[in-house]
């Protein structure tokens, strides 16, 4: 429960930035996390693509100086992005002048006012910082799909138990959710649409 729905208390740590929307209609907000990478993004914009969804792709810098041409297969296909540092820094381990360097590296290559850190945590005199500059995107449902101690059933149940209206849900294309998430991200789409949740982008 604290990891798949970070705590009120959590929350407000990092005040002014955004967990969920409030849009007082029947929607989610579905993102991915630590692409793009030629294993795994392209068939999520295939998978998209399929279901008529456009989501919101938190960008690892050099991910997208290796595969720039993945990265505008994103943008191509009606998709938005966020900066999610150049090397996917934890806030938490570098001070601020790294942390912040990183990102505005990571600024060159992606065009975005929107971010989320790496891990969901950073230094507060870091956040103080970017949230000046940047609309700082957290989430309200983390699947977990990385992790080696899940299941693709379980992943599928995080999304089942914890989506509400508004949520900001996270999967990730990386090479560590592999078949997890290529198992359940369909899964979840359909449930998500028999429920009756319409699928929002997130907006700079």
Known sequence: MLIERPPKIYRGFYSGSHWRFNT????VYLTFDDGPIPEMTPWVLDLLDKYGIKATFFCVGDNVRKYPEIYQMVRDRGHNVGNHTF???????????TYLKDIEEAAKLINSKLFRPPHGHMGLPQFYTLKKKYKVIMWDVITRD?????????????VKKYTRNGSIIVFHDSLKSGDRMKESLPRSLDWLIEQGYSFRLIEE
């Open 87 to 97: 090397h996917h820094l934890q806030g938490w381990k570098v001070d601020k002048e």
């Open 24 to 27: 007082g209609e029947k929607a």
């Open 146 to 158: 990385y992790s080696r101690l899940m299941t693709s059933d379980e992943v599928f149940e995080v």
